[in-house]
């Protein structure tokens, strides 16, 4: 699964002529307008666009949390139109992991019970015991295996976004989507997180990232921009930067800002 | 094997849903006890009543018992003279010699206890009280399953005699005696003095509430000669053989009344019988419609609450939208969630019951205390009150719990 992928296997992503419209009232809106796109496993996509561009649209879509109005999309094979609610929730929960700006984790629940969260839904069931074994090793993957008690309202908001990763990765997914899930860390902190990120990538792990941030998308393997539900480039990024280069350069710019 | 592994999973996947219902409980604590609440009120209250209800019945059948075995009860006068009742017993219709022919000719009847009846003062022992003055025969005491502490009862002789002999209830005792022996005392009535040859066990108030031991028994012939100066009996209080015999012995009493008052076809009969068991099967109907109406009302309490953890579970479906969500995407299937949510009413219902099942006995108990019957909480109320409180948790948290799997993942996520 995670071997690297022979020219003819087919794509993880396969979405053809993908179209989402919103009908609200008597306005329709046409989020995206026709996407089509491959992405095979192992990749670190970055997608960039204005505000509205149908960035987040387009990854609902692709995290099966949304439907397609038009279009196909194929998810390791699979047509997802043909998949009924219930078929959608093994799917996610079998091959898919989400990260979200907001963290989105549960309140007076413990870390360690957040990243349990999806193990709670497999099929077949999985003991309580190795729901804990299994959220610990995920907790330990990123960092904070000393923090498995923590409320939420107790952790830093890096500490808190490197749980939603915890629990993104301990279905142990193919695909990870995350919709700028630095929006609202310092500078810092995001490269950290963009770290654990590349981390996970080199692992064998999919991701999919939607940023705002040039800087923040540098770290990705390809770059795809979007503009009025459109895909207007789409570019392998040559320069990519190492998250562990990064913050080793920032800590010295620190030292010499200390002793000056 | 598939439906068993199937079944299984569904009771793992129930237990494990537990685990996530109970802390969600636990984090409104006071909401989750005050939705609770009206389960706990419902299921005491119809623990309570239906106990005060057994309670109450079997009170009142002991006390229809205590009037004697197979009690058959002739009362002069008709219930439907010419529209007027003028209240059982006060006709003029039944004689010494009905009495005695019933006793003689009627062949399942074993004891016939004529009764005339006045009040009056009782002197005795510089004190005065009033009282009532009850003739009777020797046969009296058996017929009304009644037994003497000391003394005797007076005899067949004392009878035909109008012998100024009585015997005295407990109560009539005390207030004319205090703590003396009242037997070989005297008591005067209207001038006329009777040595007490017996006192009556207590036997407390009767089905109209009036105190039995509060009387003087004396020879039936005493009073009519002695007291009032009647010729007519009030009743006669007759004892059947079995209570299988208690119809044939009643029409057999009709048909022989009937004949010897010269009643024909077209006349109503002049007297009245009173069958102690259709009075005993009369009171069982009568306390059960009370003992369901107790229920009904308790019942709709328990409505009452579960209307309540509907309520709650709804608002806890909305504030939790984006945990639905959340849950959605990372793989919940809508069966899940609804088994949530569904296990949260139940454990609300469940628990209230419980609790509600302990206050209910305690009720029970309380008012056991303060009224003058047992009331008994049986384990079938116990039991039902269970299954209705888990239904009423089913019932009243499905609407909600499906509201909350009909969810869409996305709306759910980005809700406010
Ligand atoms: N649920 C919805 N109903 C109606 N219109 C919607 C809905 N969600 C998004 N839209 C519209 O679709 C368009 C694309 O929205 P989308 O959220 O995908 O943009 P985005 O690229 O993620 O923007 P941002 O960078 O601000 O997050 C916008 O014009 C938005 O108003
Ligand atoms: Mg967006």
């Not at chain 2, 079997?58 to 229809?64: E, K, L, M, T």
């Not at chain 2, 409505?303 to 984006?322: A, F, Q």
């Not at chain 2, 969630?337 to 509600?356: D, H, N, P, R, Y």
């Not at chain 2, 269970?386 to 009423?392: G, K, L």
Request: charged fraction near 20%; glycine fraction near 10%; aromatic fraction near 6%.
């Amino acid at each position: 699964m995670s071997a690297p992928a022979p020219a003819l296997a087919k794509p993880l992503l396969h979405l053809q002529d993908l179209t989402k419209t919103y009908h609200t009232g008597e306005v329709e809106v046409k989020a995206v307008r026709g996407v089509t796109l491959e992405i095979q496993r192992g990749e670190f996509v970055a997608i960039m666009g204005a505000s509205g561009s149908g960035k987040s649209t387009l990854m609902n879509m692709l995290g099966c949390l949304d439907q397609a109005t038009g279009g196909a999309y194929l998810l390791d094979g699979d047509d997802v139109a043909t998949l009924d609610r219930r078929q959608l929730a093994m799917l996610r929960n079998r091959k898919l992991g989400f990260v979200f700006q907001s963290f989105n984790l549960l309140a007076r629940t413990t870390a360690i019970e957040n990243v349990e969260l999806p193990l709670l839904y497999t099929m077949p069931l999985t003991s309580a015991k190795e729901r804990r074994r299994r959220a610990v090793e995920a907790l330990e993957r990123v960092g904070l295996a000393n923090r498995l008690d923590y409320h939420p309202s107790r952790l830093s908001g890096g500490q808190q976004q490197r749980i939603a990763i915890a629990r993104a990765l301990v279905s142990q997914p193919e695909l990870v989507l995350a919709d700028e899930p630095t929006g609202n860390l310092d500078t810092r902190t995001s490269i950290d997180i963009m770290g654990l990120f590349q981390e996970l990538n080199d692992s064998g792990i999919t991701i999919v990232m939607v940023t705002h941030e040039l800087d923040i998308a540098t770290y990705c393997k390809r770059v795809i921009v979007m503009r009025d539900g459109k895909v207007i480039s789409d570019n392998a990024n040559a320069e990519r930067r190492r998250a562990t280069e990064a913050l080793a350069a920032l800590d010295d710019a620190e030292k010499e800002a200390n002793v000056a | 094997m598939n439906m068993l592994t199937s079944l299984q999973n569904l009771l793992i996947q129930s237990w494990q849903t537990l685990f996530i219902a109970l802390p969600a409980l636990r984090r409104n604590l006071m909401r989750s006890l005050l939705t609770a609440l009206g389960i706990i009120i419902g299921v005491a209250s119809v623990i309570a009543m239906v106990a005060v209800g057994n309670g109450a019945q079997a009170g009142i059948q002991a006390q229809v018992s205590a009037l004697g075995e197979n009690l058959l009860t002739i009362f002069a006068g008709s219930s439907r003279s010419g529209g007027v009742n003028s209240g059982l017993g006060s006709a003029s219709t039944i004689t010494i010699a009905d009495a005695d022919a019933i006793g003689r000719e009627v062949r399942d009847v074993v004891g016939v206890s004529p009764e005339v009846s006045t009040t009056a003062q009782a002197i005795a022992n510089g004190r005065n009280w009033s009282t009532s003055i009850v003739g009777e025969s020797p046969d009296y005491l058996k017929i009304r399953n009644w037994k003497l502490t000391d003394g005797s009862m007076f005899t067949d002789r004392e009878v035909r005699s109008a012998a100024r002999v009585a015997v005295i209830g407990s109560k009539t005792a005390l207030e004319l005696f205090g703590p003396l022996n009242p037997i070989g005392q005297s008591v005067r009535v209207k001038n006329i003095p009777f040595v007490i040859i017996g006192l009556l066990e207590s036997k407390g108030s009767g089905m109209g509430g009036q105190n039995q031991d509060d009387r003087l028994i004396v020879p039936y012939t005493t009073v009519m000669k002695r007291l009032t100066g009647d010729r007519f009996l009030r009743s006669v209080n007759v004892q059947v053989a079995g209570s299988d015999r208690m119809e044939v012995a009643q029409q057999q009493i009709t048909a022989l009344l009937r004949q010897r008052h010269g009643l024909t076809a077209g006349h109503d009969d002049d007297f009245n019988i009173f069958n102690q068991k259709d009075i005993a099967e009369t009171v069982t109907s009568i306390t059960g419609i009370i003992k369901l109406l107790l229920g009904a009302i308790a019942g709709i309490s328990l409505l009452v609450g579960g209307i309540g953890i509907m309520n709650i579970m709804l608002v806890s479906v909305t504030e939790r939208t984006r945990e639905i969500g959340l849950r959605m995407a990372v793989g919940a299937q809508p069966f899940a969630i609804k088994l949530q949510f569904l296990m949260e009413a139940v454990t609300l219902s469940l628990l209230g019951g419980l609790v509600g099942v302990l206050f209910g006995i305690g009720m029970a108990r309380l008012v056991g205390v303060f009224a003058n019957f047992k009331a008994v909480v049986d384990v079938s109320s116990i039991l039902i009150a269970f299954a209705v409180s888990c239904a009423i948790g089913v019932f009243f948290g499905f609407y909600p719990a499906r509201k909350a799997a009909a969810l869409d993942p996305i709306d759910a996520l980005r809700y406010e």
